[in-house]
């Protein structure tokens, strides 16, 4: 006796803050017709919730303490999710984002046959996005709660990500339903038609914030000298875009012998939120490039940014911003004194001196990060946007 409780998420496991996240959740009886077994299963209750877990390391973050009346998310001898109780472990929250919208009481799932209901909630527009760093981490998951009748109470949890781009939150809709684009021949919901036209305002934005391209130049140089010139032509990316840019050392004074360039994500804990005062940023690093430059004159580098990385954000405990951290390798000496002639008689033969004394220094571009179209981030998520248990 059981019944098989499938959930799936329509349009993938990702998500804009502000979207309108929906999930099919089928309930089935997988007896077969030959089974003498009963014919059909008693479904007691079900209820959905969508939930944002925090949690935070002890070491780097200091929250203040938890309320210890909180309780577990599920209620032991309740058929609903009530929104007081919420799971609490130290440094670890449960907060509640939607009431379960999603109650079955008393229904009977026939033999082969099952029930099947769609969960509508709006992520909320000024929530945190899903991260994973080595501070804090904002985790989303959809909660089904279910119990067949004399069975004990079970979850279902459905991770998915959520995206979150500024400027979403001030958009005002049409009041007025004529002027706004619309398909004389398919019927939608109210709440179809404004989540399809906040997804085409996201992507609208995007395009005009990261396809703006104008020439920054800025001079390379340290305490003896001009080393060269780094050429950018635009600082705004979309996560799954390329950073690409250009160096010119044939107008340097001071020899380059080595430059790395490495694209990363700087992690920061507000002042009031710290372990310590002035304790360090977290630093990762997503992508590097290195090179060898002696006697180059000119060199490039491309760096993806992968989709599966968390644009900046800020939120009252955590700052995530990202930066390109170059690293140059000069020589002390000139750019002649780096070979040295052989002594072969027929031919002039020029190798590398076996020791140079060089200099080092490196420096920080920031860059923004923004977010993608969330069906393009969908498809290198980690997460299925499909799970399934049995009750």
Excluded at 98 to 122: A, F, M, N
Excluded at 248 to 261: A, K, Y
Excluded at 268 to 295: D, K
Excluded at 352 to 381: H, M, R
């Amino acid at each position: 006796a059981m019944i098989e409780v499938l959930a799936k998420l329509g349009r993938g496991p990702v998500f804009l803050a502000g979207e309108v996240l929906e999930c099919v959740i089928t309930f089935t009886n997988p007896l077969s017709a030959s089974s003498t077994s009963a014919s059909s299963e008693m479904l007691a209750w079900a209820s959905a919730q969508i939930h944002c877990q925090f949690h935070a390391s002890e070491n780097r973050v200091a929250l203040p303490p938890s309320d210890g009346s909180k309780h577990d998310v599920q209620a032991e001898n309740e058929t609903v999710f009530v929104p007081n109780r919420v799971h609490c472990l130290r440094l670890s929250y449960y907060t509640v984002c939607g009431l379960g919208k999603l109650q079955k009481c008393s229904r009977r799932v026939e033999k082969c046959w099952g029930l099947c209901d769609s969960y509508c909630e709006t992520l909320p527009i000024d929530g945190p996005p899903s991260f994973r760093g080595q501070s804090v981490k904002y985790v989303y998951k959809l909660t089904i709660g279910c119990q067949r009748v004399n069975s004990p109470i079970k979850l279902l949890r459905v991770p998915f990500r959520v995206l979150v781009l500024h400027g979403l939150k001030d958009y005002q809709f049409p009041q007025d339903e004529a002027v706004a684009p619309s398909n004389p021949f398919l019927e939608e919901e109210e709440g179809l038609k404004k989540d399809s036209r906040l997804a085409d305002l996201a992507t609208e934005l995007l395009m005009v914030a990261t396809s703006r391209r104008s020439l920054h130049l800025y001079n390379i140089s340290n305490t003896r000298g001009k080393v060269g010139t780094f050429c950018i032509f635009k600082t705004v990316y979309k996560i799954g875009e390329d950073v690409i840019g250009t160096f010119n050392f044939s107008e340097g004074d001071i020899p380059c012998l080595q430059f790395s360039v490495s694209l990363q994500m700087e992690e920061s804990i507000q002042e009031e939120f710290q372990r310590r005062r002035g304790q360090p940023v977290s630093f990762s690093t997503h992508a590097r490039h290195q090179e060898a430059c002696l006697h180059t004159a000119q060199s490039s580098f491309s760096l993806p940014i992968p989709l599966s990385s968390t644009p900046g954000f800020t939120t009252n405990i955590v700052s995530l911003k990202w930066r390109l951290h170059f690293e140059f390798v000069t020589s002390g000496e000139s750019a002649g004194t780096c070979l040295v002639r052989g002594s072969q008689s027929e031919a002039v033969t020029w190798t590398g001196v076996e020791q140079i004394e060089v200099d080092t220094f490196s420096w920080d571009l920031p860059i923004k990060v923004l977010p993608t179209n969330p069906i393009l981030a969908s498809y290198v998520s980690q997460f299925s946007s499909t799970n399934s248990i049995t009750i």
